[in-house]
């Protein structure tokens, strides 16, 4: 797969700051600002789309990668990250994306990113898209704790496991809380349709993208399973390119 150059940025915000990755076009048709999604499902999807970012750059479409504070190489402890200084982040994160970018930028929020996509899109005046994304906060939230409280009593995990272990309010997912996350992710919730969905064949609608196979299990999971075959990232960057400004002028490998 042909490659396109790829630089760390870095932007201030409040005490620390957020570390991020541009894939550059060579020259941009569209820009997209990724939004990741959070704990366990930003470390199995990372390398995911650090290919898609890069096939979607030779593409045409310059792609912002970033980390939320507390997470990742952006600045803060695990008890920093909130959903609310989430999207001030990721509101930073678009002013860096222009700065290298005067095309048209589209947000692209994956899973509980699409929650933040959705808020900082009706602040911004922007399109946003949703890939595979969470229905509201509070849900995504109850099954975080059902994952968390199966991993926890996992015997394939951990064998010589005793008695059954239960959560506690300050972690998650093997990160630590901040005292008031359970309450603001909560209050997050997708109140209007997003200009495009990118999920299974079986859940889009006229409009939206339908993934490949390879794209689909992901998401939840912890153990990577296998690597994203490039013929499939390939695949869907044409697809998102043609959905941004039209098909290709050329095929790209």
Do not use: K
């Amino acid at each position: 797969m042909t490659t396109a150059a790829t630089s760390l940025l870095q932007r201030t915000i409040g005490q620390g700051w957020i570390r991020a990755s541009l894939s550059a076009a060579a020259s941009p048709r569209a820009g997209i600002l990724l939004l990741p999604p959070f704990f366990h499902e930003w470390q199995r999807g990372y390398r995911l789309f650090a290919l898609l970012a890069e096939a979607l750059a030779v593409r045409g479409t310059s792609v912002l990668r970033f980390d939320y504070r507390g997470t990742g190489d952006s600045s803060g402890a695990d008890t920093e990250f909130l959903p609310s200084r989430a999207l001030d982040d990721a509101d930073v994160a678009l002013s860096l994306l222009r700065e290298h970018c005067e095309a048209p930028v589209t947000l692209l929020g994956v899973r509980g990113g699409a929650l933040l996509a959705e808020a900082l899109a009706l602040r911004r005046t922007l399109p946003w898209w949703a890939w595979q994304p969470v229905h509201d906060g509070e849900s995504h939230l109850r099954d975080l704790r059902e994952r968390d409280h199966h991993e926890r009593n996992n015997r394939l995990r951990f064998p010589f496991l005793g008695r059954p272990r239960s959560g506690t309010d300050d972690a998650l997912m093997g990160h630590r809380l901040h005292p008031e996350f359970a309450l603001e992710l909560g209050i997050f919730r997708r109140r209007a349709a997003p200009d495009c969905r990118i999920d299974a064949e079986s859940a889009c609608g006229p409009g939206d993208v339908a993934l490949p196979p390879d794209f689909v299990a992901w998401a939840g999971q912890l153990d990577l399973q296998s690597a994203p075959a490039l013929s499939a990232v390939a695949r869907t960057a044409d697809t998102l390119a043609a959905r941004l400004y039209g098909p290709a002028d050329r095929a790209v490998a």
